[in-house]
């Protein structure tokens, strides 16, 4: 059983960067996916972005691309993402997860772990 533990969030005004990582115990990264969530006040759990496989294939929302950045460190079993640009839409609880089982890798409903999330706040 794998375990995930967010960390890096916060406070910033807009336009404002912040790193939030992900430490995975119990994985060998380069065998599954891992994917960072998001889910704001009253909607829905949004995909933002996923890292795949040994190739480490990134796959990206059309909310976030070009302003975040999903990576890895294997060496540590860490998941990052560089969110930059921030914007006040951007506020919300931002979740990682691992072991992607079945769907696509923005897609929640497959991932078998997750954690407990980071919140991220933006003011304008």
């Known amino acids: 059983q794998g375990q995930l533990v967010e960390t890096g969030g916060g406070s910033v005004q807009a336009g404002g960067s912040l790193r939030l990582s992900c430490v995975a115990s119990?994985?060998?990264?380069?065998?599954?996916?891992m994917a960072w969530f998001r889910q704001g006040a009253g909607k829905e759990r949004e995909g933002i972005a996923a890292?795949?496989?040994?190739?480490?294939?990134?796959f990206y929302s059309d909310s976030v691309k070009g302003r975040f950045t999903i990576s890895r460190d294997q060496t540590q079993t860490i998941m990052y993402l560089q969110v930059n640009g921030l914007k006040p839409e951007d506020t919300a609880t931002y979740f990682c997860?691992?072991?992607?089982?079945?769907?696509?890798?923005?897609?929640?409903?497959?991932?078998?772990?997750w954690g407990q999330g980071t919140q991220v706040t933006v003011s304008s």
């Open positions: 997860a691992a072991d992607l089982r079945a769907g696509t890798a923005l897609e929640s409903h497959g991932y078998k772990d």
């Open positions: 119990g994985y060998t990264l380069e065998r599954i996916c």
């Open positions: 890292i795949c496989g040994r190739g480490g294939n990134t």
